[in-house]
């Protein structure tokens, strides 16, 4: 299983006095896989703009793969996002890997201009057109830009409209904050979907939150369990199995239970770095 991580947010870069930049480094220079930043418009709270943030890590880094978790197209204008996407897989030098969802609430809608109601069919277009835009096939970039190797698109969320999108039109399935015994689900019908379509079956990446270790003001599982109910309206018993905490050993074995291609997680606890070493250890015995 490959190992990515989520860059630090800006009050967490402020705290460790830590640049995107050398936030990526260290993930490379640890022997992580990857790489990855969310894509917001308006949260409530300052946040860098993903592409910008993906792109600070593609060049301060030479291996580690870039990722978006998740991109919204469908609240840009299609070719102006395309357009974003092939100057990052242009310069990162093809290492982009690229999760597309549909989220953020009513108000981030609202202030891109872009109606709420629309984001489904948008979102489904933005799939479906991506790969000729991206290799400049009869649109207006042709010419102007370099052609680039499409990106993976692995579609975000783990609602049943999202793993028919990921059969029909994906080449991954990137459902976040989910228990395993939800994703084997998941994988089920997603194999009989891309099988009843004629496709191979996408891959499966699962999005996680944990902490590791236990240095003093290191989160508890009960403590992110119940972050996460509260804010993503999970059921109790559900978020009590979804954080990844403990020492190496024990978050690996929590982590294989998932049996997917990728995992991808956002960690909270003391010390950015410290934490990232402790991954990259959890990394080693998968």
């Known amino acids: ?25 260290h993930a490379e220079d640890v022997g992580l896989d990857s790489v990855w930043h969310g894509d917001h418009l308006a949260v409530g709270m300052p946040t860098v703009d993903c592409t910008i943030a993906l792109a600070v890590a593609a060049t301060a880094t030479s291996r580690i793969a870039i990722g978006a978790s998740v991109f919204i197209p469908a609240i840009r204008p299609l070719v102006w996002a395309a357009k974003q996407l092939a100057s990052l897989q242009l310069v990162s030098g093809g290492r982009l890997l690229l999760g597309v969802g549909s989220g953020g609430g009513p108000a981030q809608w609202a202030a891109a201009g872009v109606p709420f109601d629309e984001r489904g069919r948008r979102t489904e277009t933005a799939l479906r057109l991506f790969p000729g835009l991206l290799t400049g096939e009869d649109t207006t970039v042709a010419g102007f830009y370099p052609t680039v190797e499409v990106p993976p698109l692995w579609v975000g969320n783990a609602s049943e409209v999202a793993i028919d999108r990921a059969a029909r039109l994906g080449n991954g399935w990137f459902p976040s904050l989910i228990t395993p015994a939800r994703l084997a689900a998941g994988r089920s019908r997603l194999n009989t979907l891309a099988s009843a379509a004629g496709r191979p079956v996408p891959a499966v990446t699962i999005g996680a939150s944990g902490a590791l270790g236990s240095a003093d003001g290191t989160p508890t599982r009960a403590e992110l369990a119940a972050g996460i109910a509260g804010a993503y309206q999970h059921a109790a018993r559900d978020a009590a199995d979804i954080p990844i905490t403990g020492e190496p050993a024990e978050a690996a074995e929590r982590i294989a239970e998932y049996a997917a291609d990728h995992l991808v997680i956002g960690l909270s606890g003391p010390g950015w770095r410290t934490q990232i070493d402790l991954l990259a250890e959890v990394r080693d015995l998968l």
């Not at 299983?1 to 480094?25: C, F």
Request: charged share 30%; net charge positive.
């Open 1 to 25: 299983m490959k190992v990515g991580v989520i860059l630090p947010s800006l009050a967490v870069q402020r705290r460790d006095k830590l640049t995107l930049a050398e936030a990526a480094r």
